[in-house]
Nanobody, 127 residues
């Protein structure tokens, strides 16, 4: 079992940066593959980035590639999403998600693959 809590959202101007954090409870954080998703008003939840048990295994949605960086610190039970060059279309509630994973490099981009979710943090980018 793992509980997740996001932080770091806020209001930023276009071109600015934010770093989201996802703190996880439990002693087996390193056994979970993790992901970031976002949901804008009136839209479905969409994949942003994923990281495997191995910090070297990552993937990104095309819309954020080159601007966002996902990372994790297993010693701190925390995952991060560094967001640079933010655009108004990045405005959404951002959620972190976790699922147990047997393989270090496995990545999951489908929200249905995740069983644990945080409550979300609002990111608003003004133009």
């Amino acid at each position: 079992q793992v509980q997740l809590a996001e932080s770091g959202g806020g209001l930023v101007q276009a071109g600015g940066s934010l770093r989201l954090s996802c703190a996880a409870s439990g002693r087996t954080f390193g056994n979970y593959a993790m992901g970031w998703f976002r949901q804008a008003p009136g839209k479905e939840r969409e994949f942003v980035a994923a990281i495997g048990r191995s910090v070297l295994s990552t993937s990104y949605a095309d819309s954020v590639k080159g601007r966002f960086t996902i990372s994790r610190d297993n010693a701190k039970n925390t995952m991060y999403l560094q967001m640079n060059n933010l655009k108004p279309e990045d405005t959404a509630v951002y959620y972190c998600a976790a699922r147990p994973s047997s393989w270090s490099n496995d990545l999951y981009a489908n929200p249905n693959d995740y069983g644990y979710w945080g409550q979300g943090t609002q990111v608003t980018v003004s133009s």
